[in-house]
């Protein structure tokens, strides 16, 4: 790795599990000191353990005010004053259309996931800022390809993530000069737990949605779901100075690239036949289906 983050402090909301996750271990490989911020104490605790001093962890509910401020006085005293702050707490609605949620229920499930995809930012955001103003940081929201397009969510999950982007223009200009504020927008990502509000179906996960890593794949251009690891890096890049000194306001797609449907498997080179080289970074030809050979 790099060590562009080395003496770095960063703080990472709904970090315990998923992308958010994924993102802990890469700042953290990078030189990074980590404050993660999640109410999964059981997998807070795997996260302390595996990385020792480099992690502190703050259990809390990050819809609540309390929970952030929490948690940035503790990473402050504990770690120093914030480099950078990034918001990955989520749930999904599972595309339940609105036509199929009574009215109390329909009421319910957006005031909880608004809370979290959307309250959770702001809340995260206004408690780190008098820490990210001292160091000139930078704040990393988490928005979705639901973001862009409606096939990425139901109608709760699709405007909620729209509000995401509408933070990130708005607090990218109430933060400047000083800091820095970005979105990454993941598409469809496989190794998560990603789950329904209560009043949806808690219980439920992406985790269990059969033949979704396929369905994911067969619907990006890169044909392959992404890991949480794959989107860590463009957060890296947008928490460094070094690397986006110049970039604020905007939201990064991490989705393996939309485009044009492809008409047929047999156009497509096959559902979900990739060149694993392709992601590992190793040279490849550029036509996958004629081997993968330069020609
Ligand atoms: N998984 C995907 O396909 C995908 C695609 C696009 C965007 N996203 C977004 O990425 C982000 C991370 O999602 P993920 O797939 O890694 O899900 P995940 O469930 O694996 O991780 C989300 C984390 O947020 C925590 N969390 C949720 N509600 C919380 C609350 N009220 N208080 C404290 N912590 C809470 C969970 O405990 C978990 O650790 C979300 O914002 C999600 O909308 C995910």
Not at 13 to 34: D, H, L, N
Not at 122 to 135: D, K, Q
Not at 189 to 206: E, K, Y
Not at 242 to 255: E, I, K, R
């Amino acid at each position: 790795m790099t060590g562009l983050l080395e003496g770095s402090v960063a703080l990472v909301v709904g970090g315990a599990k998923g992308i958010g996750q994924g993102v802990v271990e890469r700042f953290v490989t990078e030189g990074a000191r980590v404050g993660v911020l999640d109410r999964d104490a059981g997998a807070l605790d795997a996260l302390g353990c595996a990385f020792g001093d480099a992690v502190r962890t703050i259990v809390g509910d990050v819809t609540t005010p309390d929970a952030h401020e929490r948690a940035v006085a503790e990473v402050v005293e504990h770690l120093g004053d914030l480099d950078s702050l990034v918001t990955c707490a989520g749930v999904f609605d599972f595309r339940t259309a609105v036509g199929d949620l009574e009215i109390s229920r329909l009421s319910a499930a957006f005031d909880e996931l608004f809370a979290v995809n959307v309250k959770s930012a702001l809340l995260a955001t206004r408690a780190a800022m008098p820490s990210l103003r001292r160091r000139r940081g930078a704040v990393v929201l988490t928005a979705s390809v639901a973001a862009f397009h409606p096939e990425g969510g139901g109608v709760l999950y699709g405007s909620s993530k729209w509000a995401v982007r509408g933070l990130v223009v708005h607090l990218a200009r109430e933060l400047a000069p000083h800091v820095r504020v970005n979105g990454v927008a993941p598409g469809g990502t496989t190794g998560t737990s990603l789950s329904a509000p209560a009043a949806l179906d808690a219980s439920r996960t992406v985790a269990s949605d059969p033949g979704r890593d396929e369905r994911i794949a067969a619907e990006a251009l890169l044909r392959r779901a992404a890991t949480p690891a794959d989107h860590a890096g463009t957060y890296l890049y947008l928490v460094s100075p070094l690397l986006s000194p110049a970039v604020t306001g905007m939201v990064v797609c991490s989705d393996g690239g939309r485009g044009e449907p492809i008409a047929s498997e047999e156009d497509a080179g096959g559902a979900v036949e990739v060149d694993e080289r392709f992601w590992r970074r190793e040279a490849v030809g550029s036509n996958l289906r004629d081997g993968g050979g330069r020609s």
